[in-house]
């Protein structure tokens, strides 16, 4: 054997070693080497698909596509003949894509993937938004919910606040939770602040990053995985190098793995429950009033006249209301109101004066 040989073949040989197989890959590592996994591809209206080739990819279970992006088009078109325009070029574009979005999905359904819709969440109203996702998309039942938060600016993306608003308005309309999309910043922040967005940092995680291995991402707040990992895209997909291909797809095409297999996640689709909260509220409830120590009878040496035992009665008196708090407020189903005055579970707004504190007896 010549020295080329034998070096080609040592490298061939250190590779096999470094790079997992089907058997080596792992949740965090490279999983789409696993044949086994099932694939999830989306897109939006621009993408060139041909959904018949791509249902020929046993792996590729489901398909999730844009739907609304932002608040909808003005309602009447008005202002000077450039703005009328341009307000008319936008409702063509939005009944094109509507049309588009629909026809894929009769289509994609047809041929057995599953379905998603995602809405790309814009700064604004968050409920406005949440009802123009609704009449866009028309969710059955059987398709996937997705809300897609691209950053933390405020001035471009929707808040973080507000995206827990249109969770919990989805929720109650549809009654299941989306599917949260985000990157490692998006999701490492509502980690970092989940005893504030008690829903959003519980949404199943579909999770982008581009990276071969994401070993150090997770655990983070009370996200243990990823329901969906986004690993492919563009950037990361020129040419022939890309992680994964489909077939049917051009290299603009998001791709996405799940833990599962094709028939686990067709038993799974289409997610909506949230995921367990790791960091409940816990305050201690005392079983029943402590007797009051005798000590506790003799006058207060800073009040003469008042008995020490008053303090006691105050405490146990806090306990009390702190207890009976915790009862009304700890709850996952608990109603409360948020910014504006809105009841964040019925999006009812709260009459007359300011709304109540949820906190009250906590602080």
Partial sequence: MGIRTWLAATAVMAAQAILPTGAGATEFFRPW???????VLDGYE??????HR????????AFIHKASDGMPPPYRCEGDETERKACRV???RYAISRELYRTRRALAKQLGLEWGAYHLARAGDPLEQARHFLDFADPQPDELIALDLEGLDEEKWMSLADAERFAIFIHNETGRYPVLYANEIVSRRIAEMRGEYRVLSRLP???ARYKPAIRGAFPKGNWDSYHIWQFAYHGNCPGKRCPYRVEGTEPDIDVN???MTPEQLRAAWPFGELVEDKAPMVIPIPVARPDIPEIERAPDPLYPGRLVAGLAKTV???WGTAAESYRRHAAPDRHFPGPDGID???TAAFGGGKPPDPQIGLR
């Fill in 33 to 39: 080497a696993d044949p086994k996994r099932a694939i």
């Fill in 46 to 51: 621009h993408n060139i698909i041909d959904l």
């Fill in 54 to 61: 791509i249902a020929t990819d046993k792996r590729v279970t």
């Fill in 90 to 92: 936008a409702w063509q």
């Fill in 205 to 207: 995680l579909w999770y």
């Fill in 257 to 259: 793995i799940v833990d």
């Fill in 316 to 318: 146990s008196d806090w």
């Fill in 344 to 346: 964040l579970v019925t």
